[in-house]
């Protein structure tokens, strides 16, 4: 387990956000990243959640909803990391790990694509 403060570890998540390409950036809708110490109590292993309403199932009912949340998981990260080097990479899988929640992809695919 590597120890990293918070403030270094928003930069790694700040910085993987950053690294999405434009194109896909600027398809987000709506959407808040949280950065959390500690994940949920009853899945206190996970790295990070979309919680929103997908792209793919908006209609024209969703005018007016609260923002979609993505929430990294300080925690649950470092312990599974040793080195700054696998914090980032552990992050940048997250990171788009959840924003694919956002356009509709489901954990299915995501783990095809190398982003379990």
Do not use: K, W
Request: aromatic residues 8%; glycine residues 6%.
């Amino acid at each position: 387990m590597i120890q990293l403060s918070e403030d270094r570890f928003a930069e790694l998540v700040e910085a993987a956000f950053a690294g999405v390409p434009d194109e896909l950036a600027a398809l987000l809708d709506n959407v808040v990243l949280f950065i959390e110490a500690d994940a949920p109590a009853d899945d206190p292993t996970l790295l990070g959640l979309y919680d929103g309403i997908p792209l793919t199932e908006r209609d024209g009912t969703y005018a007016g909803a609260m923002p979609d949340r993505i929430f990294v998981y300080r925690n649950p990260t470092l312990e599974i990391c040793d080195t700054e080097d696998q914090v980032v990479e552990e992050v940048g899988i997250t990171v788009v790990h959840e924003i694919a929640h956002h356009f509709g992809i489901d954990d299915d695919r995501l783990h095809e694509l190398g982003y379990a």
